[in-house]
Each structure stands twice: as structure tokens, then as C-alpha cells.
């Protein structure tokens, strides 16, 4: 079993910053992709940022140049820096990863998600 734990989410004023981190935990081989997603009251579940076990970052067009997806492969744990935070940007925010077990079953994975609320 494998476990995605977020934490850094919470209150903060437009214009704003804040880190987000998730960790996976568990039964792990390995992990691809990692990703963080969002929603907002009665809207979809939408793709934020998602980054490559080598690296890579694609980011949702709303996002580019305010928020950075990072990862440590040696933490199993992956980032999300928001900066320049507005009040359209507030959402539960999801960690999602694609992971590999320790009994080579591949399955993806989400997090209990974490609130960030942007104030104007």
C-alpha cells in the first residue's frame, strides 16, 4: 500500500506565496510522474503542474511563471512553490503520483488534498 501525505496549504492574501509538499510513502518500487491538481467548489478536478521522475515540468496555462513543480527522488516527495497567488487560484489542491510497488503493480495514487485560500 502506498500513502501520499500534502501539507503546507492554508490562508494567505493575493499576491501572496506558499509551498506545498506531498510525500508517498509505503510499498514503493518506484515513482513516474508526480503531479498536482486542484479543484475549486463545484468545478472539475483540473491539472495545476506535473513533473517527470527526470525532471520535466508541464504546467496549466493559469499557472505559468507564477507556480514551480520540483521534486526529491530520494524523499519521494514532490513540491509546488506559489507565488504571485490570486483569489481565482483557491482550491482544494491534490498530490497525484504514478507509482510502481514493491510487487510490480503499477497504480496512481492521490493525496487527501490540502486547502489553499487566497483572500483579495
Known amino acids: 500500500q502506498v500513502q501520499l501525505v500534502e501539507s503546507g496549504g492554508g490562508l494567505v492574501q493575493a499576491g501572496g506565496s506558499l509551498r506545498l509538499s506531498c510525500a508517498a510513502s509505503g510499498s514503493i518500487f518506484s515513482i513516474y510522474d508526480m503531479a498536482w491538481y486542484r479543484q475549486a467548489p463545484g468545478k472539475q478536478r483540473d491539472l495545476v503542474a506535473r513533473i517527470t521522475s527526470g525532471g520535466d515540468a508541464y504546467y496549466g496555462d493559469s499557472v505559468k511563471g507564477r507556480f514551480t513543480i520540483s521534486r526529491d527522488n530520494a524523499k519521494n516527495t514532490v513540491y509546488l512553490e506559489m507565488n504571485s497567488l490570486e483569489p481565482e487560484d483557491t482550491a482544494v489542491y491534490f498530490c497525484?503520483?504514478?507509482?510502481?510497488?514493491?510487487?510490480?503493480?503499477?497504480?496512481?495514487?492521490w493525496g487527501q488534498g490540502t486547502q489553499v485560500t487566497v483572500s483579495s
Open positions: 497525484n503520483a504514478a507509482v510502481v510497488s514493491t510487487k510490480g503493480v503499477w497504480k496512481n495514487y
